[in-house]
Every structure is written in structure tokens, then in C-alpha cells.
């Protein structure tokens, strides 16, 4: 068979991800306190003398200022991501771990950049000889652009479940279960390692919109529909039969014709071609038959 186009064309990305403007959000922290515990003392001074209004308002403002300094603080745990936008742009992503400053009034949305695992359920399809099967597949993936995850696609996690087992029933569709020996070509039973890499290839070129990197991908289940398993089942057999006798069968050849060889090259025994034959039938019943032979002891003449 031919191999498998996975060729999947899909949109060019309208946001991709980039860094976000952030600083250190300790000495942040630091100042929004400062300028917090400044506020009330500058209150309560402002409270104890007869004018001092203008104490009162300056330890307000103060006070706001320091809000709006905390109001920027923004925590980022390791294996997450911050995903900012300012008045609905998108502004950047923050990646770099813990307590990080950015623009107060930027929205924040926490997006995992964790290694996931997604496993298909059990579809039931046709293979490429038209035989109803049953499989199913397990991804390993995370997200790789975090931009287009939040941006690109509706959910992505949903987004690469659909698209995941899509690609597992392409993939069921474009090759047989199992295919004869003689035959050549890829299978789904025999071919794990092309079928998965295959696999792997149509999958990430499906979530690759979403900013999805697919990891490494596996057939967890594939057998027969149950409507066809005993039919398929007697035909391995059969297909299993045909070869071992086809392989006795070889073996029983080579080794008549290392006894006559023997037998001649020794000068044990002189036989004619009629006996050669005859002890040729013998030497193939005794050695291609499925049952232990019975000895039978000849008093006459071969010829009777």
C-alpha cells in the first residue's frame, strides 16, 4: 500500500505568542507596602491635627497608589502560564515563575503548559478491506503556544480531542488490519511503530492551530468487531496452518534429501529409483504427519 498522505491544511495562526512586558514582583510588593503603611500613618497624622485635611487626602491618594501597585502583582505557578490582553489585545504571556509586576490593568487568564494525556474511546470503523474494527489511541501533549491555545480555537482541550480521534479513524481507514505475509505492505496489527509515527505526524498537524505539541502518540486497543472476531480468528488459524506445514513441509524435503545423499555417498544401500520413491513417500509421511507413525515390519520383498 502506498503510504499514507497526512497532509492537513489548516488556517495560518492571526496571534502567536510572545514575551509579555513584566518586572520583579518582590520589590513591587516592597513599594505598594510602603506606600500602603505610608497612607495610614499619613491618615492617622492627618486625623490628630485641626487642619490637617489635606494630610487626610494626600494619605488617600497614597493609599490608591499603593492598590494599584498590589493590583499588578501576579503570581505564576511552574508548569503555568499567564496569558495577559489590555482592553482586549492580547499584551504577552508570562512563563518565568513566581511573583512577577505587570500593567495593573491587564487581564490575567492561567493557562496550563503541563505534559497532558488524552485517550480516545473505543471507535468502532472499517479498515481498509472494509472489516468493522474496534480501536482506540492515547496522546501525549502540551501546549506549545500559548496564544494561539487561548486565542486560535473556542477550547483547546476539547479541540484536541476531536481532532485526535479524527486522526485515529483516518488512520483505521487508510490501512488494513492485518495483511498476509506475501502480501507486503503496512498493517495496524503488524506495522505499531510506522502506524504511530504515522500517527503522531496527522495528529500534529491537525492541533498544530491550537498551538499544540503532540509528544508521542499509541494504539492502546485494536481487535475485530466482535460480529466478525470468530470468522477473522479461524482465518489466522487457518493462515497460521498453512504456514507451519508450508515450513514442515521444507524441512521434511531437506531432510530426505540428506538421507539419500548419505545413503549414497556412504554406499549403505544400493536402491533403484523405484525404491528411492518408495522410501521418499515413507520418509514425508513420517515426517510432515501431525500423528506419531506406526511401525510396520516388512518380511517381504519391497517389491510385494
Excluded at 485635611?53 to 490608591?64: C, E, K, T
Excluded at 502480501?183 to 506495522?191: A, I, M, P, W
Aim: net charge negative.
Amino acid at each position: 500500500m502506498a503510504e499514507l498522505d497526512v497532509a492537513v491544511e489548516m488556517p495560518k495562526p492571526k496571534v502567536t505568542e510572545r514575551v509579555a512586558r513584566e518586572v520583579n514582583g518582590w520589590p513591587m510588593a516592597g513599594l505598594a507596602f510602603v506606600l500602603v503603611v505610608g497612607a495610614v500613618v499619613l491618615f492617622v497624622i492627618g486625623l490628630s491635627q485641626d487642619q490637617g485635611g489635606v494630610l487626610i487626602v494626600l494619605s488617600v491618594l497614597i493609599f490608591l497608589a499603593g492598590l494599584i501597585v498590589a493590583a499588578g502583582l501576579t503570581p505564576v505557578s511552574p508548569g503555568r502560564a499567564r496569558v495577559l490582553q489590555i482592553l482586549g489585545r492580547y499584551a504577552g504571556t508570562l512563563r518565568t515563575d513566581g511573583l512577577r509586576w505587570v500593567n495593573p490593568i491587564s487581564q490575567r487568564r492561567e493557562i496550563s503548559t503541563r505534559i497532558r494525556n488524552h485517550e480516545t474511546a473505543v471507535a468502532k470503523v472499517n479498515d481498509a478491506d472494509g472489516n468493522p474494527i474496534e480501536i482506540a489511541a492515547v496522546v501525549v501533549w502540551q501546549v506549545e503556544d500559548t496564544a494561539q491555545a487561548m486565542f486560535e480555537v473556542d477550547d483547546f482541550v476539547e479541540f484536541v480531542a476531536i481532532q485526535t480521534e479524527t486522526a485515529v479513524r483516518h488512520i483505521a481507514n487508510s490501512y488494513p488490519y492485518d495483511v498476509h505475509p506475501d502480501e507486503g505492505g503496512l498493517s495496524l496489527r503488524d506495522s505499531t511503530d510506522e502506524i504511530t509515527e504515522t500517527l503522531s505526524v496527522e495528529i500534529g498537524a491537525r492541533v498544530q492551530a491550537a498551538g499544540v505539541q503532540v509528544i508521542e502518540s499509541r494504539i492502546t486497543h485494536l481487535a475485530y468487531a466482535p460480529e466478525i472476531a470468530q470468522a477473522m480468528l479461524r482465518r489466522q488459524q487457518a493462515g497460521a496452518v498453512v504456514a507451519a506445514r508450508q515450513r514442515i513441509v521444507e524441512g521434511a524435503v531437506g531432510m530426505v534429501e540428506l538421507a539419500l545423499a548419505r545413503l549414497s555417498e556412504h554406499e549403505v544401500v544400493d536402491l533403484d529409483e523405484e525404491r528411492k520413491a518408495t522410501m521418499v513417500s515413507n520418509l514425508l509421511v513420517v515426517l510432515c504427519g501431525d500423528r506419531d507413525a506406526q511401525p510396520v515390519v516388512n518380511a517381504g520383498s519391497l517389491y510385494q
